[in-house]
T-cell receptor, first 109, second 113 residues
């Protein structure tokens, strides 16, 4: 079965430090991958998707098919980045989304 | 556009009681989803509806039923609530058959005592 893992439940970094939230998946095909974010007292929302290859709020994520990873990176963390981050996978365009367990990022001022 | 709306926002039930969580979207989306969010477990799919008139089980369907009333509305019913169903429930919708994003509702916090 397809699976998404996020090894860190909690991640704390200092403001201005680089941040990397890890995501690994198990699927032999070519999935579409997403990062969703949930800020405090806000709705879960899409941050970025693999197919767009764009940078949102300074975050980027590169799909590494060899390592089956889709890590989320930002060179300089900001306090407003503190949130819950979910990695998600979709096998095909017609399929449902599978979410990872989430990583809570805390940026220390 | 209100997006995805959910009612109620909070609910406390006693074991064995039943209730229905309501969800509606005004984006003319084909697909709708129900998730539960638990600490350390992330978001787990309960049921989804790829299009009006169809529903399918997700990862954790036991103890729940759903109804896709029309294209706009997708309800989740707990027939006999159990403490293990204490959770935050999220409804979401998406256009459906594309690499599209999901739009989430604000969530319902349910406590079963």
């Amino acid at each position: 079965a397809q699976r998404v893992t996020q090894p860190e439940k909690l991640l704390s970094v200092f403001k201005g430090a680089p941040v990397e939230l890890k995501c690994n998946y198990s699927y032999s095909g070519s999935p579409e991958l997403f990062w969703y974010v949930q800020y405090s007292r806000q709705r879960l929302q899409l941050l970025l998707r693999h197919i767009s290859r764009e940078s949102i709020k300074g975050f980027t994520a590169d799909l590494n098919k060899g390592e089956t990873s889709f890590h989320l990176k930002k060179p300089f963390a900001q306090e407003e980045d503190s949130a819950m981050y979910y990695c998600a996978l979709k096998k095909t365009s017609y399929d449902k989304v599978i979410f990872g367990p989430g990583t809570s990022l805390s940026v220390i001022p | 556009n209100a997006g995805v709306t959910q009612t109620p926002k909070f609910q406390v039930l006693k074991t064995g009681q039943s209730m229905t969580l309501q969800c509606a979207q005004d984006m003319n989306h084909n697909s709708m989803y129900w998730y539960r969010q638990d600490p350390g477990m992330g978001l787990r799919l309960i049921y989804y509806s790829a299009s009006e008139g169809t529903t399918d089980k997700g990862e954790v369907p036991n103890g729940y039923n759903v109804s896709r009333l029309n294209k706009r509305e997708f309800s989740l019913r707990l027939e006999s609530a159990a403490p293990s169903q204490t959770s935050v429930y999220f409804c979401a919708s998406s256009e459906g058959d594309s690499w599209d994003e999901q739009y989430f509702g604000p969530g319902t916090r349910l406590t079963v005592t």
